[in-house]
Each structure stands twice: as C-alpha cells, then as structure tokens.
C-alpha cells in the first residue's frame, strides 16, 4: 500500500485540505481530509485532481501542429491537409506518432484517451494482413505512453451522403456496417483498453449503418461516440438528403442514449438541444479545435440545461492542455451570451475528469474516492501562472504546462514535469520527422 499526501485535492464533495489518499493495487482505497501528514506518505505538491479524460482524440492530427494554422480556408480546406498526412502512414510510422502524442498528453495530466479511430486500412482501403493492425498500433502506443485508452473504432462508409469513398478515404472504410462490425468484434477490452463504437457522422454513414452500428454498441454496453452538427454544411447535406438535422436522424435511429456522447454540437437547434437533453447524450466540446477550425461556439449552457452532461477533448491537437480545454468552456459561453459564470470551477472540474471517464466507459474512474482507479493529478501552485491562486479557481488559471505529478493506475508516468520515457519533445521530432 502507498500512501499520498496534498495539501488540497478536488474529492467528489468538493475541494478539502490536508488530505491522504491510500492506494493498494492501483486502486484509491482510503481517502481522508482534515487529516495531517506523518511525514511517511509520499507528498504531492499544489492542489491534486483526479486523472484528465481527453474524451476525443485524432492521434494523426498531432502532425499537422503549427502547420496548417496560417492563411484563409475552412474546415474543408484544412481537411485536405489532414488527409495527406492520413495518406502515407503506416502501422510502424503511427505507432511512433500515436507514442509521442500520447506521451504529450499524459504530460498534460491526462489519464484516459479516447481515440476517434477510422485510420483502418492500408492504402487504396486493402486490409492489412491484421485487419486491426493500426489499432493494435494505437493499443501499444497508449499502453507504452502509460496512460488508459478508449479505442472508439469508426464506421466511415461514405464521403457525402449517397456518394462512395474516394483517394485516401478508401483507408477508412470497411464497405458496409457489417463488415465493420465483423471487424471490431476481433478487438476485446483488456486492463488499460476499453473497445467503444463511432460514427463518423450522418455525413459518412446512411441511417440503416446509423442504427446497426449503435445496436452494436448497446449489445456490448460500449460507449458510442459521433461528430455531431460540427460544420453548417453537415446540417445542410442531412436535411437534404433525409430531411432531418443529424441530431433527429441519430435519435429515430437509436443512437442517442445516455451511452452516446455527440462531439462538437456547434450547430444544433433548440429541438436538436432538446432531443439530446432528454437522451441524457454527453456532449465533448474540443474548443481549441473549434477555434481553430473556425467552427464556431456551442451552446453548452443550454445543452447542460438540457440534461447533457459536459466533457472535454484535444481532437486535433493543434493544442495539448485540457485545463484549457475545461476552462474555455467557460469563456465560450462569456463569448456566445455576453455574460460570465455559466459553470463553475466545480462544473469544469467534472468536464475535465469524472464525466470525460464515463463518457469512455470508465464510469468509476475520475474521482478521488475509495473503488475508483488511483489517477492523481498534482498542479503547482506557486509557478507564474498560477502563483497566489485561490485553489478553488485553479482550474481557471493553471495550463498543462503546471502539471507537475501524473500518477496512473497507482504508477507514477510523470514526475517533476518529466515523462517515464524521457525527452517527449525528441519523441515529437523523430515522429514527426
């Protein structure tokens, strides 16, 4: 058994000082507040959080970091550059990739992954001699970084509604939900894996795959994820190809459930807001990438009105800190309403942790509490950012660049700053290379 001591954690009921956490078998077992260190614990410093879920993730889009942010252009402009990278990467090449982007977010604090994964096949959509081999690449490259992951295996069957994949698409498809299914169903959860579904979107997968591949997930009790009214134009080609918005098509097919998470919601209506609210759907905001992508700003306040619980995630990459991501939620909403306060330090602690967790099927993790997985977070409060902080507000103040202590599963993987691996940004390079 080991022992932890810091002088404030984030505990379900808040924050509390002077708190020991008792860990046995990678597992929380005790935790006490208002109770003074022995000097035997091991000390944490700053204020310790739960283990950060990054509930979306494009490994490969880490390539594309600081190039592809200047000039005009929009999502679909943007999109070209992405598929070129997608074009010539091999299992080995994004094994390298997927290990250093995943380094860089444990350095970020983050404990848990969800990898939105439709990278399948080799080039002109022939299978390799594994069917799985590139998320057998991303299996190992989690594991090996140290951190959990969610594999959200993709179902990608059309490039626009009634239209066939073409160029490097062809890598992403399995031809029919079918064939998907019978693929994925080689893949089985382990210690640190858990096998989830996606759909692309209503962009790239009719509504009868809509349904099979939601099915597929219930059976399996699997978390479903989707991209979800990102861009204008996906609304436009679902209503006229069917008539309705994404959001509606998801719902008359079974896929929005309390086991769905919708990523983005850039675009959706009040009858859309509505329909995901009462499914108890969680929506993953990525408002980096939003920013980045010119996306515009969800309405998150009235989805969690809703009922849609809220977390959190990198997706492209072009930034890797998820105290950001948390805290944008925040000054997204200042930015949609013209007023501040929307969600508290305590709102966005749960973003950031305990709702990422059981949007990816872990739903007893991101907590510091007894039974849940011991993934401890510890950020300074005396660096220039975060110097006279109150700790209650530090999540709106402290960046990744705070995260000084990454304990997962009971394994320290970042101490000091540092990662078990050694130089992540050497990793970068060479991956990138």
Do not use: K
């Not at 046995?24 to 109770?35: K, P, R």
């Not at 591949?213 to 991209?227: D, S």
């Not at 805290?327 to 007023?339: A, P, S, V, Y």
């Amino acid at each position: 058994m080991t022992a932890y001591w810091a002088a404030h954690a984030w505990l379900p009921s808040g924050l509390a000082a002077d708190v020991r956490i008792a860990v046995d078998g990678g597992v929380i077992v005790a935790v006490e507040a208002g109770s003074a260190s022995s000097g035997s614990e091991v000390r944490l410093p700053g204020v310790v959080l739960p283990g950060f879920a990054n509930a979306h993730s494009h490994a490969f889009h880490r390539a594309l970091r600081g190039r592809t942010h200047d000039g005009r252009g929009t999502f679909w402009t943007w999109r070209e550059a992405m598929y070129a990278v997608a074009r010539r990467l091999t299992p080995d090449t994004y094994y390298r990739l997927a290990l250093a982007t995943y380094a860089e977010l444990a350095l970020a604090g983050v404990t848990v992954v969800g990898e939105f994964h439709y990278l399948h096949h080799g080039p002109g959509g022939v299978p390799y001699a594994d069917p799985n081999a590139m998320a057998a690449a991303l299996r190992q490259a989690a594991r090996d970084a140290g951190i959990r992951l969610t594999l959200l295996d993709t179902c990608y069957l059309e490039s626009a509604p009634g239209r066939p994949l073409e160029g490097v698409q062809l890598r992403f498809g399995d031809g029919t939900a079918d064939a998907w299914a019978a693929r994925v169903d080689d893949l089985a959860d382990d210690e640190t894996t858990r096998i989830g579904a996606a759909v692309h979107s209503v962009r790239a997968v009719p509504p009868a795959a809509v349904e099979s591949v939601a099915a597929w997930a219930g059976a399996r009790g699997a978390p479903l994820h989707v991209h979800l009214s990102e861009q204008p134009a996906e609304n436009e080609a679902a209503l006229a190809a069917y008539g309705a918005t994404p959001a509606r098509l998801l719902a008359d097919h079974g896929a929005l459930t309390p086991s769905t998470t919708a990523v983005h919601a850039n675009h959706v209506s009040g009858d859309d807001i509505a329909l995901l609210g009462a499914a108890g759907t969680t929506i993953c905001s990525c408002p980096t990438t939003e920013q980045d992508l010119a996306d515009g700003l969800a309405p998150t306040g009235p989805l969690a009105d809703a009922g849609s619980p809220l977390c959190v995630g990198s997706d492209q990459h072009a930034v890797t800190d998820l105290l950001l991501e948390a805290r944008l939620l925040e000054h997204h909403e200042r930015l949609r309403t013209g007023e501040r306060g929307t969600f508290s330090p305590a709102d966005l602690v749960a973003a950031l942790t305990g709702a990422g967790h059981r949007a990816l099927g872990w739903p007893g993790n991101g907590r510091l509490a007894p039974g849940a997985a011991a993934d401890l977070v510890a950020v300074r409060t005396d660096t220039v950012r975060t110097a006279g902080a109150d700790p209650a507000q530090l999540v709106l103040a402290a960046t990744a660049a705070d995260v000084d202590t990454v304990i997962v599963g009971g394994r320290t993987v970042v101490s000091g700053g540092a990662h078990l691996l050694g130089d992540v940004a050497d990793l970068l390079t060479r991956a990138l290379g």
